[in-house]
Structure formats: C-alpha cells, structure tokens
C-alpha cells in the first residue's frame, strides 16, 4: 500500500491550506484515514481522523479551523486547514489503516509526509 501526501507550503498565519493523501496498491477495505503532524522536539500528535462509516475525530487544538473529509471511492482524504497560526507549524503525515486482503488484519500505512509551515 502506497500513501502519498501533497499540498503542504508556506502560509501567512490565518491562511488557508488544503492537504490531500491518496492511498493505492493492493487495498482490499481501508477503515480509518487520517492526518497527524510532528513539530520539533515534540510527539507525532493525531490532528482528524475518519473512519470508512464518516465518523470524525479531531484533536481539540484544530476543532473548529480544520476539516477532513474522505473520498471511499478515491481511497482519498483531504485536510482543509483555516486560521492557520505559527503553532501549526509541522510535518503532517496521511495515515491508512487498510487490509490487504478478507483473511488478513489491517494494518497501518503511513506517508512520507508534508512539510506545513505557518510565518507570523
């Protein structure tokens, strides 16, 4: 399973950007896609995370400014981030936890990440 993030730059804080991840190979069902970040110094935190059913999680620090949305028939999710301030500044990596095949467990897939950085 292959998963590739894109839309990451250089924003002005109260910007707006949009990352996409994009999820292909040999998937038989993916069951959560989400997007977390790492700044410097600190834990790969999770940032929203949806499930196949639609269900959202979002870490309360973005509530509100940030949105995620899944495409099933794409095996595609989408980050809209707004107000962006300097605090998140970070990679953003795109998770997957998918199946390869029915007799197999799911398991987690990660992407080599985004760099989003968020100037005062």
């Known amino acids: 399973v292959r998963v590739v993030e894109s839309g990451g730059g250089l924003v002005q804080a109260g910007g707006s950007l949009r990352l996409s991840c994009a999820a292909s190979?040999?998937?038989?069902?993916?069951?959560?896609m989400g997007w977390y970040r790492q700044a410097p110094g600190k834990e790969r935190e999770l940032v929203a995370a949806v499930s196949s059913g639609g269900t959202i999680n979002y870490a309360d620090s973005v509530k509100g400014r940030f949105t995620i949305s899944r495409d099933n028939a794409k095996n595609t999710v989408y980050l809209q981030m707004n107000t962006l301030k300097p605090e998140d500044t970070a990679v953003y990596y795109c998770?997957?936890?998918?199946?390869?095949?029915?007799?197999?467990?799911?398991?987690?897939?990660w992407g080599p990440g985004t760099q989003v950085t968020v100037s005062s």
């Open positions: 190979g040999s998937i038989f069902s993916i069951n959560v």
């Open positions: 998770n997957c936890n998918a199946r390869i095949s029915f007799y197999g467990g799911a398991h987690n897939y």
